[in-house]
């Protein structure tokens, strides 16, 4: 399992920069972030466009593994971070050889074939990638330490290789502005997940469908075709077959921020505590 933490909001109705106000002494997008980076998720992403709060969490003890991806055109909406992600995803995992995310090979060669010309490729990514580097773990340190800019496609050559195949992979999409959730409520989503109960997996708070949610790697190329700050709830929407509720009794546990004065009003309920078990 993947995880994506959507941080590049430019929070307009909130009228200042949210992520990084804080709720019990602690930035907001940090409530995020360092639970994140707590859960044993293989990749890690924050995709921002403040450079105050890329450094917010790479402060924290428990980002170390996070992959930073620069956001430089957040105005296009939600959208637009969430196909910057999932181009950022192919092409570390296609540099490292890795299969967290495959692509479709489209020839019509037997799979012997396929799997050849597969490992043809990924060497060819991965000494590219290399020049100048000792080893395949300082490339992987140094891949999950770097500041990852906005990806030019065409220069990268992988402008048609965003088709997936259904694998056993998913990703977990977070936003930055859910302080109330917990380790508890994503296991729960992880599980409905790996139990295969639906490709999309969308945690219900009360009657209301909220974040994060997990999308399995064959929608990749639908998420790609996303446009505007509508995320992927079109998607949802259009596929209900496909998708699992998973309900979570307590409604504050999915409570998001997205106005000053949602933002007063927890600030004078005073909560004494967050991350608490899901009801």
């Known amino acids: 399992m993947i995880a994506v933490i959507l941080a590049a909001g430019l929070s307009k109705r909130f009228g200042g920069k949210k992520l990084i106000e804080k709720i019990n002494d602690k930035p907001m997008i940090l409530h995020t972030a360092e639970l994140v980076g707590a859960y044993e998720f293989q990749q890690k992403v924050l995709v921002y466009s403040d450079e105050e709060v890329k450094k917010t969490v790479q402060a924290s003890d428990l980002t170390s593994e996070f992959i930073y991806v620069h956001n430089t055109h957040a105005e296009e909406g939600l959208s637009s971070s969430i196909k910057l992600a999932i181009k950022t995803l192919f092409q570390l995992n296609a540099d490292r050889g890795n299969c967290n995310i495959k692509s479709e090979d489209h020839d019509n060669e037997n799979q012997n074939n396929k799997k050849q010309s597969n490992e043809i490729q990924s060497n060819k990514n991965h000494d590219n990638v290399n020049q100048g580097m000792e080893n395949q773990g300082m490339e992987n ?39 109330f959730l917990n380790g508890d409520t994503i296991r729960k989503l992880v599980d409905a997940f790996t139990e295969e109960k639906g490709s999309i997996i969308v945690p219900v708070y009360g009657a209301d469908r909220g974040n994060p949610v997990i999308f399995s790697t064959k929608w990749m190329k639908e998420l790609q075709k996303l446009e505007g700050d509508v995320g992927g709830r079109v998607i949802i929407r259009q596929n209900s077959s496909e998708v699992w509720e998973v309900p979570i009794t307590d409604r504050e546990i999915g409570r998001d921020i997205d106005t000053k004065e949602e933002y007063n009003a927890v600030q004078a309920e005073r909560i004494s505590k967050l991350h608490g078990k899901t009801k």
């Open 141 to 179: 340190k140094s891949m999950e330490k770097q500041d990852i800019e906005d990806l030019d496609t065409d220069k990268r050559n992988i402008e048609n290789l965003y088709t997936y195949r259904e694998t056993e992979e998913g990703i977990m999409f977070f936003v930055g502005d859910q302080p």
